[in-house]
């Protein structure tokens, strides 16, 4: 009868860890997937709005400085998730614009 209170208690003592230990480790997992998705997420957001940054300020042929240092933190928190591919291109020739209105001469 001893030996089978200890049984009893070694199993329902160590089933119990080991069931929490269970719930722990699929609560991090989900954890983990959300995260990334929120990551993989914000990535994409930035890089469809430095596209349009680009697309707007090339149109206008100039980038003015409260624009560029917009871009400019856009690109380093994107840059900080990983992969840039396209991107690094865009903002390189967004900082090769002007940052001066192009000014239009007049017709006689």
């Not at 624009?67 to 591919?85: C, E, F, S, V």
Request: net charge positive; glycine share 6%; charged share 30%.
């Amino acid at each position: 009868m001893q030996n089978w209170v200890k049984e009893y208690w070694i199993k329902a003592l160590f089933g119990g860890v080991i069931s929490a230990f269970g719930v722990l480790i699929a609560w991090v997992k989900k954890k983990f997937k959300r995260q990334e998705a929120l990551e993989m997420g914000m990535q994409a957001l930035l890089r469809n709005e430095i596209i349009k940054e680009y697309n707007y300020w090339t149109e206008k042929e100039y980038c003015p400085i409260y624009a560029r240092d917009n871009i400019k933190n856009m690109y380093t928190q994107y840059h900080g998730l990983g992969q840039n591919g396209v991107i690094d291109d865009l903002y390189e020739k967004i900082l090769d614009l002007s940052t001066e209105k192009p000014k239009i001469e007049k017709e006689k």
